[in-house]
C-alpha cells in the first residue's frame, strides 16, 4: 500500500530527531559539530614534528626556537600560518568549498604549469616559486584541489560511476595535476595521485581493476629482476595451465579464463613498457637507486648512502633511544636531508623502539578516525572527500617510512606534519580542517531540519 505524504514526512521527522539526538550526545563532537579528537592530534604531531626539526639540526649557534634564519624557527612560523588558515577554514562558510572546487582546480593548475617556466630549477625539478627568501611549491596544494574537484564532480547530480564516460573524467582529473607534476620532474609528488585510486574504488570501480593493478606492480618488479623472455615464457607457462585447469575441470567458469587471459595480455604489455622505460626513460641515478633497493647493486658511498645511513640511524638508537638532541647520525650530518625526507631518522635515533610506535601508532590512529569521520558523512561530497584526504595521508606515510627504512625506492616525498617545509605543511593543514569543517556541517544541517 502506498504510503501518504504525512505518513512519509513523520517517518523522516522520527529518523532526523533519532539521528540527531544521538549526533549531540556524541562525545567526539563539540557543541559545534568540530571533531576536537582529530584536532588534537594534529596538534599534538605538528609539535612533534617541530621538535625532532629542532633536535635534527640543533647547533648551540642557534639554539633559539624562535631564530627565524634556520629550518625549525621558519617551520614554527609556517605552523602559525597553517593554524591561523585552519581557524579561518572553521569559520568560513562549507558551502565555499563545493562551489568554488572547480575555480580552486584550475588556479592551482595553472600555477603547476607556469611554475615549470618561470621557476629556478632546485634539485633537478622546477616546482618551486621564489617569494623573497621563501620558496612556494604549488604541487602541494594541488593535493587537496583535486580531491575538491574529484568530490565535486563525483557528486555531482545524476552522476552515475559506473558510466564509462564518467570514470574517464574522473580519471582526466587525477591524470592532469600528476601529468603536470612529472613534467616539473617531481616524481615522488606525481605519484601521491596514485592514492586516488583507492577513492575511486570506495565509490564503484570494479574490484578486478584494483586486482590489474597489484599484478601489474608485481610484473614490473619481476621484470627489474628477471631478463624479460624468460619472465614472458613463465607468465604465458602459469596463463596455459589455469585456462587449461577451468577449461576442462570447471567448463563454467569462463569468466575466469578471461580474467587470467587479460591478466596475461597486461603482463606482457608491462613487461616489455619496464624494460623500455628503464632502460629509455629513466635517467641513471633513478637506475641506480632502483638496482640498490633490489639488491643488484651494492653503492653504499653512492645511491644507497641515504638508506644506508638512515638505518644505522634508526637502528643505533635501540630500544629507548639516545635522547633529545642526543643523536650523533642526525647531530654529525650523516644522513642527508634529516628534517625533511627522512625525518623518521631523528625519531628512531632519539627516542628508539617506542618512539617510532608512538609516530606509527599515531598515524595509524589518525587514518582510522578519519575512516569513522569518511563513512559518517550523509553528503556524498564530504566522503568522496574525506576518503581522498585519507588517501593522500596514507600514500605519504606508508611511502615515506618504507623508504625510510630500506623497504621501498627513496622518491623524496615528506612525511606529514613532521617533515620541514611551509608549503607541504600548509597543504596537509588545508587538506585537513576543510574535511573538519565539512564534517561539522552534519551536526549543522540535522539542527536545520529541526528548526
Not at 60 to 80: E, R
Not at 377 to 382: G, H, I, L, P, V
Amino acid at each position: 500500500m502506498k504510503k501518504t505524504d504525512a505518513e512519509t514526512s513523520l517517518e523522516r521527522w522520527n529518523y532526523t530527531t533519532k539521528n540527531y539526538a544521538a549526533l549531540t550526545q556524541n562525545k567526539d563532537i563539540s557543541t559545534e559539530g568540530y571533531d576536537w579528537t582529530i584536532i588534537i592530534t594534529y596538534l599534538l604531531m605538528v609539535s612533534a614534528g617541530l621538535t625532532c626539526i629542532y633536535s635534527a639540526i640543533y647547533t648551540p649557534a642557534h639554539s633559539n626556537l624562535f631564530d627565524f634564519q634556520v629550518s625549525h624557527g621558519k617551520q614554527f612560523m609556517y605552523i602559525c600560518i597553517a593554524l591561523g588558515l585552519g581557524f579561518i577554514i572553521m569559520l568560513s562558510d562549507y558551502e565555499i568549498y563545493p562551489t568554488f572546487a572547480y575555480i580552486l582546480y584550475a588556479v592551482v593548475m595553472l600555477l603547476c604549469i607556469a611554475v615549470i617556466f618561470v621557476s629556478a630549477e632546485v634539485k633537478g625539478a622546477h616546482s618551486w616559486f621564489q617569494v623573497g627568501g621563501f620558496r612556494f611549491q604549488p604541487s602541494e596544494f594541488g593535493k587537496f584541489a583535486t580531491a575538491l574537484c574529484l568530490a565535486k564532480f563525483l557528486s555531482g547530480y545524476d552522476i552515475k560511476f559506473k558510466n564509462i564516460r564518467t570514470r574517464l573524467i574522473a580519471f582526466g582529473i587525477i591524470g592532469l595535476p600528476m601529468a603536470v607534476t612529472l613534467l616539473q620532474n617531481d616524481t615522488g609528488s606525481a605519484m601521491v595521485y596514485l592514492s586516488f585510486i583507492l577513492v575511486l574504488y570506495r565509490e564503484g570501480l570494479p574490484g578486478w581493476v584494483l586486482v590489474l593493478g597489484v599484478v601489474a606492480a608485481v610484473v614490473a618488479v619481476l621484470a627489474l629482476l628477471i631478463k624479460p623472455l624468460y619472465l614472458l615464457i613463465t607468465l604465458s607457462f602459469l596463463a596455459t595451465v589455469i585456462i587449461i585447469m577451468f577449461f576442462f575441470i570447471f567448463r563454467r567458469q569462463l569468466t575466469i579464463i578471461y580474467f587470467t587471459i587479460g591478466i596475461w595480455l597486461v603482463s606482457i604489455v608491462m613487461v616489455y613498457s619496464v624494460d623500455f622505460v628503464f632502460n629509455h626513460v629513466m635517467q641513471e641515478h633513478q637506475r641506480t637507486r632502483i638496482n640498490v633497493l633490489l639488491g643488484k647493486e651494492i653503492d653504499l658511498k653512492g645511491a644507497g648512502y641515504n638508506v644506508h645511513q638512515s638505518k644505522i640511524a634508526i637502528g643505533s638508537g635501540g630500544v629507548l633511544g639516545k635522547g633529545w638532541l642526543q643523536g650523533t647520525q642526525t647531530k654529525f650530518n650523516f644522513v642527508p636531508e634529516q628534517s625533511t625526507d627522512f625525518i623518521f631518522c631523528t625519531v628512531g635515533e632519539e627516542y628508539g623502539l617506542w618512539g617510532t610506535f608512538l609516530v606509527v601508532g599515531g598515524f595509524v590512529f589518525l587514518l582510522w578516525r578519519l575512516v569513522v569521520m569518511a563513512e559518517r558523512q550523509r553528503n556524498k561530497f564530504n566522503r568522496i572527500y574525506a576518503y581522498s584526504v585519507v588517501s593522500i595521508l596514507f600514500f605519504h606515510f606508508f611511502i615515506n617510512i618504507g623508504m625510510t627504512i630500506g623497504l621501498l625506492p627513496v622518491i623524496g616525498i615528506p612525511l606529514p606534519f613532521f617533515s620541514y617545509g611551509g608549503s607541504s605543511l600548509l597543504g596537509f593543514s588545508i587538506l585537513l580542517f576543510i574535511l573538519i569543517k565539512l564534517d561539522s556541517n552534519r551536526v549543522h544541517e540535522l539542527a536545520g531540519v529541526m528548526d
